[in-house]
């Protein structure tokens, strides 16, 4: 089993809304995440809004990549990466300003059959990457300036 590989800078700016394009390319699926000890100010709603003809399917958890929840729940909704999609998500100018009460949080990108490829954590203004489900390499070539650290072990 290969570890996790860290995105060692955050993407910003042209890097971030290539990692987005490179996303749709793959045909991928998203996912946002509205906590519910969060009260979300009106930008989050609207973005709900926004992105509602994208919505495939929203369920009630308690865990999502990188993050479990104790003692709480949150809505989990996962989006087809369209791109009214990409215009939404690229009107924030990094991977790790999707923070409540403003906003969803925590951004991921799944594979077609499910898996996440790209996790976030955003409080934490912590990322990673599955090698197990997407080629390392061509992310890297694809998306120009991303910043990777193979973890140690």
Known sequence: MDACVDIAVEPRGGVYRALLEYGRQLRSTVSLVWRDQHAFEPPAQLIATRLRADLIREARVDEWPGTRLIGSLAMLRIYRLSANTVTVLAEVGGLYEWLAPTRPEDLAFYAND???????????RDAFVEPE????????????GLRLRHRDG
Do not use: F, N
């Open 133 to 144: 489900v997407i080629a390392i390499r061509e992310l890297a070539s694809q998306v120009p």
């Open 114 to 124: 499910g898996r996440a490829w790209l996790a976030s954590i955003s409080h934490e």
